[in-house]
């Protein structure tokens, strides 16, 4: 009777915590308790068992994080530590498949979550995927920009030499630090085109920061 009496109550907690407006959870797989719908790592309350991850969970919220460009990489960190603290694989070793099953899972998520945000370029990407925008193609950005592009990948082309690659690193460093402050106040006024575009010039860079570091590994 008491047993009965506590799940009952339970249910009733579940259903108050359910965000307004979002689809409620699936009861706990292990015990049938309703549960409060969650972006992040949930806990049956009744018999502690791990919950599989939400089918599409907002990455903002589940790294504790406002929906802006704007983020505090600190804050990220130790929300980053935090959860994987609590769903790492090594502390369910003990316990049924299919918690381990879903710790594996979290863990997964919680390591892209932590990368999405901390990244300008993919942070950006995704605000525009939660506001519902397309990313622009690489091909929209304008002749002068793409004809610097051009002169830049011919000189990552030429033989190595350690003054051109650092040159080239300086400069990527500099463009990266002045598109993300130029997309931090393009989503700060709403302007999700300009945003849109600025990323796609972003990505450019960030081709050219990767085929940098590949020239630069030893051979």
């Known amino acids: 009777m008491r047993a009965a009496l506590r799940r009952s109550w339970l249910v009733r907690r579940a259903l108050r915590e359910a965000a307004p407006g979002r689809a409620p959870a699936p009861p706990c797989w292990s015990c049938g308790v309703a549960l409060p719908s969650s972006d992040g790592p949930c806990f049956c309350p009744a018999c502690q068992a791990l919950q599989p991850p939400a089918p599409r969970p907002d990455l903002f919220r589940l790294m504790d994080c406002d929906r802006s460009f704007r983020i505090d990489a600190e804050q990220l960190q130790r929300r980053f530590r935090s959860l994987q603290q609590a769903v ?13 099953y879903y710790s594996e899972q979290h863990s997964s998520l919680i390591n892209k979550a ?6 300008p370029l993919s942070r950006g990407l995704y605000l525009l995927e ?32 350690e003054d051109v690659l650092e040159e080239i690193e300086t400069l990527i460093k500099v463009k990266q630090e002045e598109l993300t402050r130029e997309v931090t106040a393009a ?29 630069k590994i030893p051979s």
């Not at 790492?88 to 381990?100: I, N, S, V």
């Not at 622009?136 to 000189?155: G, H, Y």
């Not at 302007?191 to 050219?208: G, I, R, S, T, V």
């Open 88 to 100: 790492h694989p090594d502390r369910f070793g003990q316990r049924p498949p299919k918690e381990q």
């Open 114 to 119: 932590y990368k999405t945000l901390l990244s």
């Open 130 to 161: 939660l506001r519902g925008v397309e990313p622009a193609q690489e091909t929209d950005c304008d002749a002068t920009f793409l004809t610097e592009i051009m002169e830049i990948n011919e000189k990552l082309a030429e033989p190595k030499s």
């Open 187 to 215: 989503f700060e006024r709403d302007d999700l085109q300009e945003a849109k575009k600025l990323l796609a010039k972003m990505k450019y860079f960030a081709n050219l920061e990767d085929k940098l570091k590949a020239k």
